[in-house]
């Protein structure tokens, strides 16, 4: 299966087939408003301002499966993301990013590009492995998003070239993405 397969729906609740991202370079991200991590949206608006126009599209789909941090509803979210850091990159409706429930686009992605543990070198990567550890050990087990603010980096053609997890800045991913906007 392809990515350019999957549909999706806008935050608005519009479908939109990621065939619409052909030949875009894609960083697509689970995020959530209340984590210690959502000051990555700055970071991504900013990656996205600068790169938009070169051919690059952020997609982020927000989820509160991680310690209910993304309690509100698709507008609440929207405008959450507006007033406070100026996001004007796609916004999807909420989703569920890992188990059972998982949308069939994070089970694609996940299996394309596995968990190779967190950055225990970031002042918060030992802290969530050991928050993980502690409260959600399950959430170790496997290839699953572990956390939000996991990025996924696509090439034009739809292939998934790197994994971030939450404790790389979407600033650190800026030499790979200049590499495949070329």
Same mark, same amino acid.
């Given at each position: 299966?392809?990515?350019?397969?999957? $549909?999706?729906?806008?935050?608005?609740?519009?479908?939109?087939?990621?065939?619409?991202? $052909?030949?875009?370079?894609?960083?697509?991200?689970?995020?959530?408003?209340?984590?210690?991590?959502?000051?990555?949206?700055?970071?991504?608006?900013?990656?996205?301002?600068?790169?938009?126009?070169?051919?690059?599209?952020?997609?982020?789909?927000?989820?509160?499966?991680?310690?209910?941090?993304?309690?509100?509803?698709?507008?609440?979210?929207?405008?959450?993301?507006?007033?406070?850091?100026?996001?004007?990159?796609?916004?999807?409706?909420? @989703?569920?990013?890992?188990?059972?429930?998982?949308?069939?686009?994070?089970?694609?992605?996940?299996?394309?590009?596995?968990?190779?543990?967190?950055?225990?070198?970031?002042? @918060?990567? $030992? @802290?969530?492995?050991?928050?993980?550890?502690?409260?959600?050990?399950?959430?170790?087990?496997?290839?699953?998003?572990?956390?939000?603010?996991?990025?996924?980096?696509?090439?034009?053609?739809?292939?998934?070239?790197?994994?971030?997890?939450?404790?790389?800045?979407?600033?650190?991913?800026?030499?790979?993405?200049?590499?495949?906007?070329?």
């Amino acid at each position: 299966m392809s990515m350019y397969e999957f $549909k999706v729906k806008s935050i608005d609740g519009g479908e939109v087939c990621l065939s619409e991202y $052909k030949g875009k370079v894609l960083i697509i991200v689970n995020t959530a408003s209340k984590c210690g991590f959502t000051p990555q949206y700055e970071d991504l608006q900013r990656i996205y301002e600068k790169y938009n126009a070169k051919g690059l599209e952020i997609l982020a789909f927000p989820s509160n499966q991680f310690a209910e941090q993304e309690p509100g509803t698709n507008n609440e979210v929207k405008n959450f993301c507006l007033v406070n850091y100026g996001v004007s990159f796609p916004l999807f409706e909420k @989703i569920e990013v890992r188990g059972s429930n998982a949308h069939p686009l994070f089970q694609f992605l996940t299996e394309q590009m596995p968990f190779k543990g967190f950055n225990l070198n970031h002042p @918060i990567g $030992k @802290i969530l492995s050991s928050l993980l550890q502690e409260k959600f050990p399950d959430f170790l087990i496997g290839d699953s998003i572990k956390w939000n603010f996991t990025k996924f980096l696509i090439d034009r053609n739809g292939n998934v070239v790197s994994r971030h997890e939450p404790t790389t800045s979407p600033l650190d991913m800026e030499m790979e993405i200049e590499q495949l906007l070329r």
